[in-house]
C-alpha cells in the first residue's frame, strides 16, 4: 500500500537573520491511508514548520516531500495549488468562515476554484452531501452566527471535505471550543477516519491527541517519540464521562 504522507530526511532552515534557524532537522515519517496521526510538541518544537510543509504551504530546504506518491517538493506554484485544492483538506482552529455566507456557500467555496469548473446544481449537491457527514445538513441555510462553535468548526470541516481530499490537516481544531465541544469535534474526526480519511492533527493538548491512533512528539525540530495510542479516547466514552460528572456535579449542588 503506497503511503499518503512519505518524508525522508526533511529540513527547513528559515535564513532571516544573522544566524540560520532550522525548524526542521532532517525528520522522515510515514502516514499509511487511514491512520489518524496527532502531532504534538512545544512552541519551537517544529510542528507548525512541519504541518505547513505537510499542507504545500512551505518548501523544505532539503530532503523529500511525497503525497500520493508525488515528490511535491519539486513542483511550481500552481501544481502545488493544485495539490492543495483536490488532494488536502484543511481545518483550522478559527474556523475561517465568511460571516455574510450561508454554510453552504461557504462548504461550495473551494468548488469555485476547481477545474473544470462544476456546475451550480453538482456544488449544491457536494455541499449538502458533506455538511450530511458532518451532521449539519438541517443547517444549510444559517449563516454563522446563527451557529455555536461547534456547529461553524463541522461547516468548516465540511468544507475540507467537499472536494474528496486524500489527506484532512488539523490545525488546533479544538483550540477555540470548550470540553464537551472539543469532544463532539473528535467524534467527528474519529467517525471519518473510521470510514477512511486519513487525518493528521496538530495539537498542545493530551487530551485531545489521545483520540488519534498515533501520537508523534516534537522536540527541537525532531521526532522524538513515535507512538501508538494504548489505550485511545473515544467520543462516545468521553461524552458519557462528561454528563456523569456534570450530573454528580449537580447533585451536589
Known amino acids: 500500500m503506497k503511503p499518503v504522507i512519505e518524508i525522508v530526511d526533511l529540513h527547513r532552515i528559515y535564513n532571516t537573520g544573522a544566524t540560520p534557524v532550522h525548524a526542521v532537522r532532517g525528520i522522515s515519517l510515514r502516514v499509511m491511508p487511514g491512520e489518524f496521526v496527532a502531532i504534538m510538541g512545544a512552541s519551537g518544537s517544529g510542528k507548525s514548520t512541519l504541518m505547513n510543509t505537510l499542507g504545500c504551504l512551505d518548501r523544505p530546504t532539503?530532503?523529500?516531500?511525497?503525497?500520493?506518491?508525488?515528490?511535491v517538493a519539486a513542483l511550481d506554484s500552481d501544481a502545488l495549488a493544485a495539490i492543495r485544492n483536490h488532494k488536502i483538506g484543511f481545518v483550522f482552529q478559527g474556523f475561517n468562515l465568511l460571516s455574510r455566507t450561508t454554510a453552504l456557500e461557504n462548504v461550495e467555496l473551494p468548488m469555485l476554484y476547481a477545474h473544470p469548473p462544476l456546475p451550480g446544481d453538482e456544488m449544491r449537491r457536494r455541499a449538502l452531501r458533506s455538511l450530511g457527514q458532518v451532521g449539519l445538513a438541517n443547517r444549510a441555510d444559517h449563516v454563522p452566527n446563527q451557529l455555536s462553535g461547534g456547529q461553524q468548526q463541522r461547516v468548516a470541516i465540511a468544507r475540507a471535505l467537499v472536494l474528496g481530499p486524500s489527506l484532512l490537516l488539523a490545525d488546533e481544531p479544538t483550540g477555540n471550543l470548550d470540553t464537551r465541544t472539543s469532544i463532539e469535534i473528535m467524534g467527528v474526526f474519529q467517525k471519518l477516519n473510521d470510514a477512511g480519511m486519513t487525518v493528521v492533527?496538530?495539537?498542545h493538548e493530551l487530551d485531545v491527541a489521545r483520540f488519534a491512533r498515533r501520537i508523534i512528539i516534537m522536540r527541537d525540530g525532531r521526532i522524538r517519540r513515535d507512538d501508538v495510542v494504548n489505550p485511545r479516547l473515544t467520543s462516545a466514552e468521553e461524552l458519557a464521562r462528561v454528563a456523569a460528572e456534570e450530573q454528580a456535579a449537580d447533585l451536589v449542588s
Open 62 to 71: 532539503r530532503g523529500i516531500y511525497r503525497i500520493d506518491g508525488t515528490n
Open 201 to 203: 492533527m496538530v495539537t
